[in-house]
């Protein structure tokens, strides 16, 4: 057998200096992984086949692709794994040898082999920053730098022809990013573009955070490259004390790097990639375009190593570093793939996603008819196989991503059942470090992870993000307020049909919550978590069991629950009373034996503010919790607390994040929060009663939350009694106020002066926005 070395295995080498001539032995390597594909597919079956890749770059002209022609079998698998203490890089792209030279202004360039495009240009292994306005500036988090102006008529006046450049912007309400291709300019100057279908909630993008590039006049800072596919040419503002003539210059071609082919009937099964480097993956941010089930995302079905249709299969102890979309696509049907001990940074989009199939949802989309109780598909779980169940992710290091794309997560799951993330440490992302698209179908376990630095570029989600619209979602007809009692009280859990458990982790959002289900996410358990700064937000939904967490500087957030939701809130430690938004008393099914910690208290009290609010809290107590040591994160109680009589248990605040030693050495850790910081709650509650309902000023971030605005303004109709003067007007609860007359009404002192001064008996029109959209309800003048 070539290249083996005992009856029962065989061993293959490739190496960049081999040949494909030769027979694959360490002494005499093949060049390329397509001749050692072919030689381990002939070897495989008697035993273990292993195919070892030697120190240095494979420029990949195609994607590298496993078939079922690839597979191994149990006890005798198929790895593609580094040799030995070396690093071989997989690469997309293409090693440039260019002749450099002067163009002006600091700027050189040279001719590139012909028919060559790439969005993307290492330099030494780094990326470089396309020609872009504003420049890159790494100091500012938002896209690294962003104008108002970045594609004005007046700024657009300076490009001879802008076809070809790029628009990125955050929505306008800050959830997400959107993208574009410059086509041109219109007869008028303006700009001309196409793109905007990254998101699902299209409403428009936002004036400000916003810039443009791969524009020849912008080309004026160190760093910054642009080229001309028309003539080949390439230019480069070499940064100071770089030497050109020794640089390793590299660009990109491919989208995906290696890729997993098979099926439900016929799997791509124990194939392993182990140890090696991915890098040079093309963006892929203008093909993000599939819509996914009910969620506010859109998503690109592919990475720079996609798994489709395979069984026992994994990506372990590798790193992946800058790829230009997502790391890893685990797309529709797979069973127990596993992503272990990787390090994912630098990527252009998401770390690592799984997401089934659309078809296999009994109710997916947004549109079409309404479904009633009554006609919707009563059979709970999905139709088919075709998505993934059973995978893991553990013990992988992830961050600095969504460098280009600001709706990704570290890990994306959509459609998929019982995904375990284990011991990951995920940091310094745009948006949410783990989200969860929508109910189906649950089964889900996060656990012993550390999540931190999330919600850097956007607003209004958590380090953990959820939503669960699911199957019983705006059921018309459907009272969700008593679904959970009578005959429908199977609707909530037909989708998430099991329970997803997020435990022993420690995460931290400073703008956002913690932990964020949100927009009716439905059968969680949440117990055993340390949350350090966002608390944990609780929206509609069925089925929440939210247990003994220690919630720091901050407390339970419930938005707008359902009057029956069965919930239960127990045994937690909170720094602060709650933090309701129209939540109906009493707060689901239980809600007790809660402990508000009360720095320095000698003796507990009842905690009659707790009480107060939630109409239950019989048991819970205020009360010093004698943490055992938080100046070191040890939020541990100690012997006698108080929380224990309650039935709080410790649980170990020691593992959270990464396991494996070379990634521990280099991940970093959430900064430890002071006790002194106040909850996030408004300095006054300036409620008033106004033609019969309660209004105040928009004041938080949960209240910006509940009524999906873009900003903490406006005045915020927190209830509105059926039959009030404020109802017949046409005002509903969680309505807002932003301007009367035209007159701007920030808050509520904003909107008593408009009535005023106003003429008597005079009817003016408010600007009032529910649900997104806006309309103008005639008020009458004076207070």
């Known amino acids: 057998m070539i290249g083996a070395n005992c009856a029962n295995a065989a061993e293959f080498y490739v190496a960049p200096g081999g040949s494909d001539d030769n027979t694959g032995t360490k002494e005499k390597p093949f060049v390329t992984l397509a001749r050692a594909q072919k030689a381990a597919r ?124 790029f628009i990125h912007a955050l929505h306008s309400h800050m959830w997400g990013g959107f993208h574009y291709r410059i086509t041109g300019k219109n007869p008028d100057g303006s700009v001309a573009f196409e793109g905007g279908w990254q998101n ?52 990109v071609r491919l989208r995906h790097l290696v890729e997993f082919r098979g099926s439900a009937e016929s799997p791509v099964r124990f194939v392993a990639l182990a140890g090696l480097t991915f890098r040079h993956a093309a963006r892929t941010f203008m093909e993000t375009r599939e819509p996914l089930n009910r969620s506010d995302w859109t998503i690109y079905r592919g990475g720079a190593v996609l798994l489709t249709g395979c069984e026992d299969c994994t990506v372990a102890d590798c790193e992946f570093d800058q790829v230009g979309g997502n790391a890893v696509f685990v797309s529709n049907y797979n069973r127990r793939v596993a992503v272990r001990g990787c390090h994912i940074h630098g990527a252009g989009a998401s770390g690592v996603c799984f997401v089934g199939d659309p078809a296999a949802v009994r109710w997916a989309g947004q549109k079409g008819a309404p479904l009633t109780a009554e006609t919707v598909d009563r059979h709970a779980g999905p139709k088919g196989e075709n998505y993934p169940a059973d995978c893991l992710v553990e013990d992988c290091l992830i961050h600095d991503i969504g460098r280009t794309e600001k709706q990704p997560a570290g890990v994306q799951i959509s459609m998929s059942r019982r995904i375990t993330v284990r011991h990951c440490s995920i940091y310094d992302v745009p948006r949410a470090g783990i989200n969860v698209s929508e109910g189906a179908w649950g089964g889900h376990v996060i656990e012993f992870c550390d999540v931190f630095d999330t919600v850097k570029e956007t607003g209004d989600h958590g380090s953990f993000n959820s939503w669960g619209r699911d199957r019983y979602w705006h059921l018309k007809g459907l009272d969700l307020d008593t679904v959970a009692l009578g005959e429908n009280k199977d609707l909530p859990l037909l989708d998430a049909v099991e329970t997803t458990v997020i435990r022993n982790s420690r995460w931290r959002c400073d703008r956002g919550w913690d932990i964020d289900l949100d927009d009716g996410s439905s059968n969680y358990h949440i117990y055993n978590n340390l949350c350090l700064a966002g608390g944990i937000k609780l929206r509609e939904g069925f089925h929440r069991v939210c247990e003994n967490n220690v919630i720091v500087n901050n407390s339970l957030n419930p938005h707008v629950w359902f009057r029956n939701s069965q919930d239960v809130v127990r045994r937690n430690i909170v720094f602060s009373r709650y933090l309701p938004i129209r939540v109906p008393q009493p707060w689901g099914r239980q809600c007790d034996c809660n402990l508000l910690h009360t720095p320095g208290l000698k003796e507990s009290r009842p905690a009659a503010g707790l009480r107060r609010q939630s109409g239950l809290d019989e048991h819970s107590v205020e009360a010093d919790a004698r943490f055992i040591d938080p100046a070191k994160g040890d939020y541990r109680v100690a012997d006698g607390s108080p929380a224990l009589e309650l039935g709080f248990k410790n649980f170990d605040m020691t593992k959270f994040g990464v396991r494996k030693r070379e990634l521990k050495a280099i991940a970093l850790t959430p900064a430890l929060p002071g006790l002194a910081k106040a909850a996030k709650a408004p300095e006054k509650d300036d409620t008033i009663t106004w033609l019969g309902a309660k209004i105040k000023s928009m004041q938080t971030e949960g209240e910006k939350s509940a009524t999906g605005m873009y900003d903490i303004t406006g005045v915020l109709f927190i209830d509105v009694p059926s039959g009030s003067e404020a109802e017949k007007l046409g005002f509903g609860t969680l309505d807002v106020v932003l301007a009367v007359d035209g007159r701007q009404a920030a808050n509520l002192k904003d909107f008593l002066d408009a009535l005023a001064e106003a003429e008597p008996g005079a009817k003016l029109a408010a600007t009032a926005r529910r649900g997104g959209k806006q309309r103008l309800v005639m008020v009458p003048a004076g207070r």
């Open 42 to 165: 002939i070897a495989k079956g008697a035993g273990p086949v292993t195919v070892y890749l030697r120190e240095g770059t494979y420029y990949l002209p195609e994607p590298l692709v496993f078939t079922p022609e690839d597979s191994g079998a149990e006890g005798a698998p198929v790895a593609y794994r580094v040799f030995e203490g070396e690093t071989p890089v997989i690469s997309g792209g293409v090693r440039l040898k260019l002749d450099w030279q002067p163009y002006k202004d600091g700027i050189v360039q040279a001719k590139v082999p012909a028919g060559l495009e790439t969005d993307q240009l290492f330099v030494n292994g780094a990326a470089q920053p396309m020609a872009r306005y504003p420049n890159y500036d790494p100091r500012v988090a938002i896209f690294h730098g962003y104008a108002a102006d970045a594609f004005s008529r007046e700024r657009a006046a300076r490009w001879a022809d802008p076809a070809g450049g």
């Open 200 to 251: 699902n909630r299209r409403m428009g993008m936002h004036g400000t955070y916003r810039f443009v590039e791969n524009i020849f006049e912008e080309l004026d800072s160190p760093g910054e490259w642009f080229l001309n596919t028309n003539t080949g040419t390439l230019y480069f503002y070499p940064p100071k004390g770089l030497d050109l003539r020794a640089a390793t210059v590299e660009a």
